[in-house]
């Protein structure tokens, strides 16, 4: 029997993958095709408070604003609440807020789904553990099973058909310098969502063959460089695995580029960067924006070459 709080709280943060999720083998349950690893961006995130709905009615706010419930946002939430409450009548009242600046164009989906499973752990005082809970944060949005940890994380792809073992595992390393420099470029119209964008990839790119082998070599590159802070071989393994994954996403028909023309200047501008001996490197989700990687000892240098970036320190320096 659920037993339900008056009110319970939950902060999750959101995450950057620097081995990429592209590619559903199960579209319902959002398993994933490969292996992927993140790094979560420490108090940059959502908070979800649920309240148990003293009218009798869900209700859904977002920064304080309550959402209509034929809207996505609402309409998408409400779903998920409903996998834990199961058909009992338990109405609630979900309160969102982002702190994530909107101008970063950094996605909200992964935190949101984070912070909701936690705090429906909390408001139903399940106590499941944070690998289930990860694996139910998952079904809102894939990447936000790596939200329910700190740090770099792998969301193992898993086996079993239930999905119950394709969940975030944390990686006990930590990288204190480590910055994450947010670009946020000329938005165009509207981008193909990413579960669009998956599949029609998968549809119609014969180059998405090679993705899986790709993601696997980089995975490998990734631990080795995390365990040896080799900041070189985490930027160049970053960016070539974000432009491995474009590359998927330009070779689909119709078409899928998500790049404006001032993100490939971006692009440019980093390569130049770079090739004057400053260590930054990029790395793109499924938009026009960066995001840049670098050390603190080179944020004055990067913030020169970006004026108005918003630079995040993911492990808290
Ligand atoms: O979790 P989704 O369905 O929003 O997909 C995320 C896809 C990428 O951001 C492009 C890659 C990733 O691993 O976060």
């Not at 959101?14 to 559903?24: D, P, R, V």
């Not at 984070?114 to 399940?126: C, F, G, V």
């Amino acid at each position: 029997k659920l037993a339900p709080q008056d009110a319970a709280e939950a902060f999750a943060p959101s995450n950057i993958a620097l081995c990429k999720y592209w590619g559903k083998r199960d579209a319902e349950l959002n398993l994933p095709i490969n292996n992927s690893l993140s790094v979560s961006l420490g108090h940059l995130g959502t908070r979800t408070r649920l309240e148990s709905a003293p009218d009798g009615t869900d209700r859904v706010y977002l920064n304080g604003v309550e959402q209509a419930q034929d809207q996505p946002f609402a309409a998408k939430l409400l779903a998920f609440v409903e996998l834990f409450r199961a058909g009992r009548a338990l109405p609630v009242h979900v309160h969102t807020e982002n702190n994530i600046p909107t101008a970063a164009g950094l996605a909200s989906s992964a935190s949101g789904f984070a912070a909701l499973t936690l705090a429906l752990d909390r408001w139903l005082q399940l106590g499941l553990a944070p690998e289930v809970l990860s694996a139910f944060a998952r079904m809102g949005s894939g990447s936000a099973c790596r939200s329910l940890f700190e740090g770099f994380v792998e969301w193992r792809d898993g086996i079993h058909d239930d999905g119950m073992d394709s969940h975030g595992v944390p990686i006990p390393a930590r990288w204190p310098g480590l910055q994450i420099g947010l670009v946020k470029v000329a938005t165009g119209e509207k981008a193909v969502g990413s579960r669009a964008g998956m599949q029609r990839t998968i549809e119609t790119a014969h180059l998405y063959q090679s993705w899986p082998l790709q993601a696997a070599a980089d995975l490998e590159k990734l631990h080795q460089a995390i365990a040896s802070r080799d900041f070189a071989l985490l930027g160049q393994t970053a960016e070539q695995n974000a432009l491995s994954m474009h590359a998927t996403m330009i070779a689909s028909w119709p078409p899928l580029l998500y790049w404006q023309p001032e993100s490939v200047a971006a692009m440019q501008r980093v390569w130049q960067l770079r090739e004057a001996g400053l260590a930054v490197y990029f790395t793109m989700d499924a938009g026009p924006n960066l995001k840049l990687l670098f050390e603190v000892q080179d944020r004055p240098a990067v913030e020169a070459a970006f004026p108005g970036l918003e630079v995040v320190a993911p492990f808290g320096d």
